[in-house]
C-alpha cells in the first residue's frame, strides 16, 4: 500500500512540480496514521526524490544560486520548527488544523489550475519570509513547499524557470532538515514504513516526465485538488 501511495503521489508531482507531500500526508492520515508519523514518513522519502530532482534542475542550469542562499536557510529554520512542534503536539489535537490546512492547500492548487499567475514586479526582501513560511507550513502539515514557494515567487514577479529549478534544489535542504528533525524526536521505528513510499516514488519518476509532456495539467490539478479536500473533509466525520 505504501508503495502504491508514492507511486501516484509521485506521478502527479512529476507533473505538476507540486503535491508529493499533501498527496502522500493525505493518504496516511486517511489511514488513520499520527500527523506527526504522516509528514515524517513523506518528508524522509522527498529526500530522495528531492535530491534527483535538484540535481536534474542543477545539471540543467535552471538554478539560481542567489535565490537559493536566500530562500534556503529561512526554509530550513521554518523546517526544523515546524517539525518540532508538530513532534510534540498530541496527534488528535493537530488533527483537525492539519486537516484544515490540507483542505485550503487543495482549494488553493483548484483555484491556480483556472487562474494564471500574475506577473507583478520582484521584492527579494519576501524571499526569506516566504522560505521560513513554506519549510514551517510544509513540515507541520506534511506538505506544501511547491504550492505556497513556487507559485509564490513566481507570482512576483521571478522568472518562472528559475523559481522552480531553485526552489526544487531548496527543498532537498529543506526536507533532509526537517527529516533529521522527525528521526531525532521520534525514532527510526516508526518511520521505517517510509521505505515503501521510497520504492514507489523513485519508480514513479520518469513516468512523471512522460506524462508532462502527454496530459493537459489543468484537469490533472482539478483532480489533485478535489483529492486532497475530499480525503480531509471525509476525517471530520
Known amino acids: 500500500m505504501f508503495i502504491l ?4 503521489a509521485q506521478l502527479v508531482d512529476g507533473a505538476l512540480g507540486m503535491a508529493f507531500g499533501v498527496l ?9 496514521m499520527p500527523p506527526a508519523v504522516a509528514s515524517a514518513m513523506t518528508h524522509i522519502t522527498e529526500v530522495f526524490t528531492t535530491a534527483a530532482s535538484g540535481a ?9 544560486w542567489k535565490l537559493v542562499m536566500r530562500l534556503a536557510p529561512a526554509g530550513m529554520i521554518g523546517g526544523v520548527l515546524g517539525a518540532y512542534v508538530l513532534s510534540n503536539i498530541d496527534g488528535k489535537v493537530i488533527e483537525p488544523f492539519i486537516s484544515v490546512y490540507l483542505i485550503l492547500i487543495g482549494i488553493y492548487i483548484l483555484i491556480k489550475a483556472f487562474r494564471p499567475m500574475f506577473q507583478r514586479d520582484v521584492h527579494d526582501w519576501t524571499v526569506p519570509l516566504v522560505g521560513f513560511a513554506g519549510g514551517g507550513l510544509d513540515a507541520a502539515g506534511g506538505g506544501g513547499w511547491g504550492p505556497i514557494v513556487t507559485t ?12 522552480i529549478g531553485s526552489t526544487s534544489l531548496t527543498e532537498f535542504a529543506v526536507t533532509l532538515t526537517i527529516s ?7 525514532g527510526w521505528s516508526q518511520l521505517d514504513a517510509a521505505v515503501g513510499l521510497i ?8 513516468i512523471g ?19 486532497i479536500i475530499a480525503t480531509s473533509v471525509v476525517r471530520f466525520f
Not at 521571478?158 to 523559481?163: E, F, L, Q, T
Not at 533529521?180 to 521520534?186: K, M, N, R, V, Y
Not at 520504492?199 to 520518469?206: K, Q, R, S, T
Open 180 to 186: 533529521a528533525t522527525f528521526i531525532i524526536t521520534l
Open 209 to 227: 516526465a512522460y506524462i508532462v509532456k502527454h496530459l493537459p495539467v489543468r484537469p490533472l490539478m482539478v483532480a489533485v485538488s478535489l483529492i
Open 152 to 163: 509564490s515567487l513566481i507570482g512576483r514577479g521571478h522568472d518562472p524557470k528559475k523559481v
Open 5 to 8: 501511495i508514492g507511486f501516484f
Open 199 to 206: 520504492i514507489g516514488g523513485v519508480l514513479a519518476a520518469p
Open 24 to 32: 502522500c500526508t493525505t493518504a496516511l492520515l486517511a489511514f488513520g
Open 56 to 64: 536534474s534542475h542543477v545539471w540543467q542550469r535552471n538554478v539560481d
